[in-house]
């Protein structure tokens, strides 16, 4: 059986204070139960120091993004390296707002993803349609132009050491969710595509959800067997409403 993963995209938010505050939350929150692990991505400046507030807990150390270059004159980029070297497990590549706001092409996020392994690290690669793609019918082809970059730059070999988000545009941040159905529909999708190279790997692929995930929409989407956790934006803020989600994912 799959673990679910319930992660935290902190996103440009967060203070050395406020970060003390939240991730004690979290860490004293944590709730009892087994099949989960929870992970929080701050933003670059604080995972030194959040690394060092989770220490002693289960709880992993993500970043939200990551250059596709080892190293070198690439000012103001933080290479694969770098992120390993400061205790992260985890990186979130190609993130929708990454892809809108700062030009990252399917080709350079799959560049990322890659450089991101080769480091050693687990990238959390962000697929999803935008509501005039919905729309127009074409969310299926978008994916799978996401997913194919990768497929093609990595192979179907490194999925084993990755995790998917499906992550529909329109449901970051708007308070809109996907319905369970809709969103299992498309990490059915994301598998099958997987499974076309290599179905018994697709079978272990954490695919998680992402947009407006929230306590009270948690368990009907967690419910869904192709749904293994969430990447929480706006929720990940608060201890309690981060806890939520995990308490509907955390099994007996
Ligand atoms: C996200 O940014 O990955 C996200 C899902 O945000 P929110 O939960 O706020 O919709």
């Known amino acids: 059986m799959r673990e679910f993963l319930v992660a935290g995209n902190w996103k440009m938010n967060g203070s050395a204070a406020g970060n003390e505050a939240l991730v004690s939350g979290i860490v004293k929150g944590t709730p009892d139960g087994v099949g989960y692990r929870m992970l929080v991505c ?73 450089a991101a392994q080769g480091a050693g690290l687990l990238p959390i690669l962000c697929v999803g349609e935008t509501l005039e793609q919905r729309e127009a019918g074409t969310t299926e082809q978008v994916i799978d132009a996401q997913l194919d970059a990768v497929l093609d730059a990595a192979g179907i070999g490194a999925f084993e050491q990755a995790v998917i988000a499906y992550e529909p545009v329109w449901a970051i941040g708007t308070g809109k969710t996907a319905t369970p159905e809709q969103a299992q529909a498309v990490h059915l999708h ?56 995990a308490a509907a994912a955390a099994r007996d």
């Open 190 to 245: 994301i598998r099958k595509r997987l499974a076309g190279h290599d179905g018994e790997l697709a079978g272990r692929v954490q695919i998680l959800y992402g947009g407006s995930m929230k306590g009270d929409n948690a368990p009907g989407l967690l419910g869904m067997p192709d749904i293994d956790g969430g990447l929480i934006g706006g929720a990940s803020l608060k201890a309690n409403d981060f806890l939520a989600i």
């Open 42 to 114: 701050p933003p670059f400046a604080y995972l030194s120091s959040v690394a060092g507030l989770l220490k002693g807990s289960n709880i992993a150390l993500g970043a939200q993004n990551v250059s596709q270059f080892d190293s070198g004159a690439y000012t103001g980029e933080i290479s694969p390296s770098m992120l390993k070297d400061v205790g992260c497990e985890f990186v979130i590549v190609g993130h929708s707002e990454r892809r809108a706001m700062f030009g990252e092409s399917n080709e350079i996020v799959a560049a990322k993803f890659v």
